[in-house]
């Protein structure tokens, strides 16, 4: 199975790659401080796991993959370079997609509920997901983001790295990943760029709007990679996120 996830942690024995200490965004530049305050550091043992973003004032969207059962994470929201000053907030629930499948990715999409409401800032703020179930455009320019490592075997980096990718044709990229791809649930992205290990659950982002959460790309390959970085798609998924957010703001009225 040619796929990637992109984890800080062991991983699973089905996946046929080896496991990395690293993270990061392929061929992109340094984020501007702040410039994306919905982005969130997922934390697993104070270290960094995966990426997420802020969809609500108590909700962080993510990847399925990023939690492993008994496991506790924390997000750290309001960063740039995460090790400096951030603010640090307790998980209350996980939410994780109740047609999650670890083996194929399919439904590789979390809610974080956090346990407390995150007070809204220049520095923290949540990012708006798609209205209704729709296509996202070919060729329409996009940007994804994440925490470290910026080639295949390079060192990681604290600072929020960003880079711009164009979406792709969803039946070609069904040529590309075959049965791996889902055309109604997944989308594909490519460039001169790209995310690589540990930027999981980061949000793939098009005109500042959070359309696709990073899945799975090509094993041990961000560099040259000849199939495209694949991303969860947030609008098919949109009753299910109502479905939460709705539920408990109605817990909490």
Not at 33 to 54: A, D
Not at 62 to 78: Q, R, S
Request: hydrophobic fraction near 35%; charged fraction near 20%.
């Amino acid at each position: 199975m040619i796929i990637s996830v992109l984890l800080l942690v062991t991983l699973l024995p089905y996946l046929t790659i080896s496991a990395s200490v690293q993270v990061g965004i392929v061929n992109g530049t340094e984020a501007k401080p702040h410039s994306r305050p919905y982005m969130v550091s997922i934390q697993s043992n104070n270290k960094h796991k995966c990426g997420g973003f802020l969809v609500s004032e108590q909700f962080v969207m993510t990847a399925a993959h990023c939690f492993d059962e008994g496991e506790k994470l924390t997000a750290v929201v309001g960063a740039h370079d995460y090790t400096q000053g951030s603010h640090q907030m307790d998980v209350k629930f996980y939410h994780i997609h109740p047609g999650y499948e670890s083996k194929s990715l399919l439904n590789d999409i979390m809610l974080l509920q956090l346990h407390e409401k995150v007070k809204k800032s220049k520095n923290i703020n949540w990012i708006s997901i798609p209205k209704k179930n729709k296509d996202i455009k070919t060729k329409d320019k996009c940007s994804v983001a994440g925490w470290g490592k910026k080639t295949t075997k390079g060192a990681a980096s604290t600072k929020l790295m960003e880079v711009d990718v164009t979406i792709i044709n969803a039946k070609e990229c069904k040529k590309y990943w075959d049965k791996d791809f889902s055309i109604s649930r997944m989308v594909c992205a490519g460039g001169h760029g790209g995310f690589c290990l540990g930027d999981s659950g980061g949000p793939l982002v098009c005109n500042n709007v959070a359309v696709g959460v990073v899945s799975f790309n090509e094993v041990n390959n961000c560099d040259l990679p000849k199939r495209p970085n694949v991303y969860t798609k947030i609008s098919k998924f949109l009753s299910w996120i109502k479905a939460i957010l709705e539920g408990v703001k109605q817990e909490l009225d």
